[in-house]
């Protein structure tokens, strides 16, 4: 592999609060406490989790022989 050469990134989505783009570490945590404090006072209808569909669960194999 030749690690001088310029390598193509994978594409990537920013992400968007109100039609802004928050592509810095501060606008994040914003976003963070503004989602946080406007649904903090918000009531809950827990019903709703009683009509998703249970999944099965599936084992896993040892990842090692010990």
Known sequence: M????????LAIEV???NGWLCINIED???VLYQ?????QSQ???ESLL???PSKQYSSW???SRK
């Open 35 to 39: 989602t946080f404090n406007s649904a």
């Open 61 to 63: 194999n040892s990842f």
């Open 50 to 52: 009683e009509e998703l």
């Open 2 to 9: 030749n690690w001088i050469k310029k390598q193509n990134l």
């Open 43 to 45: 009531q809950v209808n």
């Open 15 to 17: 992400i968007q609060f």
């Open 28 to 30: 994040l945590w914003k």
